[in-house]
DNA sequence: TTGTATGCGTTATCAG
DNA sequence: CTGATAACGCATACAA
């Protein structure tokens, strides 16, 4: 393997001068520096990111964090484009993307943890949906060893900043346009976990629209499962004249529900995920660009950890309405 | 940070025997091995993989290649199992896995491909779903650079192994299922791409279901696009008895376009992907096991870069119907 | 079985 | 603006 010392010597330079021209220095003179690139040109030479990793303490790692299958099994869509667009924009960014799940570190103590992320030389962490429960997590970012970004979970310190829609006016939104659309007055909300994060946001989105519309609504907790919304809609629908789900998945078991009911409802949910479209009937949501906001989030964790410190960050949503020709084309 | 050198003097003994304990070396004594560890416990020791991997030129980093959103953007459940698999299985044998797609890679040369990940001290490449099409992708295989496993390309080599299901076989099962349960005699075939390795091999399964059962075989060319397959049901479905799929969610398109018309036809699709409970109706599929196909395939790229020689592994499918209410229980 | 010494390919400091 | 050289943290051949 072709190392800075050959493009030195080739180019009859020092060493250090390498790699100056390398890390685009701005005190090199523009003749030495073209002499540098026609050594590395010539000889093919590519930086050992791992010697310069070790030279400079710097990696350029960092964890992309995420929660499979701890909500519902049947569709990956969402980790999948946190991991899309984290890594596309890891790529630009020159970072490396390490991806790691839940289940891989659910037993580990914090000490585990740093040690984990440490020996690994992962500088920041960008995690995806952490809940109320994660104890360990929220002491491992009390321990200020990593630069974190967090996505859908709201806490904010020096290095810690934290990106998400504004889930409480999502709800609302969609909501608000279902069941005036509709003048339903008899509201079932199916809810998603206790001690989440979003879920409780989203639950006071549904309390403000409540008040504003003076309605009562009967809430059931989902857990983002489209099982149990399938059952809580088989149980409640009849007496309701709209569903709003926390999740998309818990509207698609809910309007499953209903077709099987042979009654109709409207029913909205909540993130945008493709699935929507093969519920068999049209649904509003509100739709998260998931691929921008982990784009962001490594955006985020690059700044942090040049120095930036923590912030809060709203990306906007949109509501739509999804249907199957639309999701296909 | 805590080096090796600090357990080192912690312990009373030189950094190599610290480094020998570290690799579980066998001649240490009981004795040393247990100051040793009871150093690096105190000590809170954490290795650096970086500086080891500097040293010992060897970065247990490989590169996990995939296709996303090349075939059909509505699912992201196969490449999804893939990093499941193959990241749970890497950090049971401490590799790190870099998960790239074929995107970020397409326009690059095969000299920027060997830096690019020469850059990254990457040795192993998982490669999912190559193509014939893929030039640069078969020309960096043969530079010899890396150990590479192709998941779903038959390609053999010293340093290159193959692992895939039986297509043919799964793809003549599932159709001579479908085609004989229901008495069909006018069969549409909806193939996959041209030029695709599973495509033709599951095309060379229908060829032999054809020639056994003395059937014609209509076949049209779906690209494994959903959208396309909908329109060659809709265009060709009438005047046939059955419509086999190439893939599941050209199978789905099939099913749905079929209801639309109103009229029923057996379909069956390819893959086993839990999309195919949402198409309304129940189908044949062959489901593969993504997850586990992956981590096998991080095994083989272990041990290929353990020096073990390439070799071919063919791994079971099974025959399965999918409906509703199984994908979501 | 243990210790010494050298090198891995960079970066960064400092002197020229 | 350029060059010598000491780190960085660990592995390993070799000596003891």
């Known amino acids: ?26 005190n090199v003179s523009e003749e030495t520096r073209k ?15 791992i010697a310069a990793a070790l030279s400079s303490k710097k990696s350029g790692r960092v964890a992309l ?17 946190y991991i899309v667009g984290a890594i596309n924009r890891a790529k630009e960014l020159n970072l490396d ?13 914090v000490e585990e943890m740093v040690r984990y992320f440490q020996s690994q030389s992962i500088e920041g962490l960008v995690i995806c949906g952490m809940s109320k429960q994660d104890i360990a997590l929220h002491k491992l970012i009390h321990t200020g060893k990593f630069k974190v970004v967090l996505i859908d979970a709201p806490y904010v310190n020096a290095n810690t900043s934290a990106i998400h829609i504004d889930h409480t006016k999502a709800q609302y939104e969609v909501a608000k346009e279902t069941i005036l659309a509709n003048k339903c007055r008899r509201i079932l909300y199916i809810a998603g976990k206790k001690n989440g994060y979003v879920s409780e946001e989203r639950m006071q989105g549904m309390n403000e629209l409540a008040k ?42 809910a309007m499953k529900a209903l077709i099987d009911m042979d009654i109709f409802r409207p029913v909205s949910g909540f993130d945008g995920i493709s699935l929507m479209g093969y519920a068999g009937k049209q649904m509003h949501t509100v739709k998260q660009n998931f691929k921008d906001i982990a784009s962001r989030a490594i955006d985020e964790v690059d700044k942090l950890m040049k120095g930036q410190t923590g912030q809060e960050i709203i990306v906007p949503h949109e509501l739509i309405r999804m249907e199957y020709l639309d999701v296909i084309s």
């Open 65 to 81: 964090l995420l929660d499979v299958n701890r909500h519902v099994q049947t569709v990956d869509e969402i980790p999948m484009q």
């Open 1 to 26: 393997m072709v190392s800075i010392r050959d493009v030195a010597k080739h180019a009859g330079v020092a060493i250090s001068t390498v790699s100056k021209v390398l890390n685009h220095y701005p």
């Open 212 to 253: 504003e519309l003076g309605l009562t609504i009967f809430t059931r907790v989902g857990n983002f499962s489209e099982l149990q919304a399938r059952e809580i809609t088989l149980k409640y629908a009849r007496k309701k004249d709209a569903i709003i789900c926390a999740s998309d998945m818990m509207a698609i078991g």
């Open 97 to 109: 993307v390490i991806t790691v799940f839940f289940t891989m570190i659910q037993e580990m103590s």
């Open 35 to 49: 002499k540098v690139n026609d050594a590395i040109e010539e000889l093919g030479f590519v930086p050992n990111s």
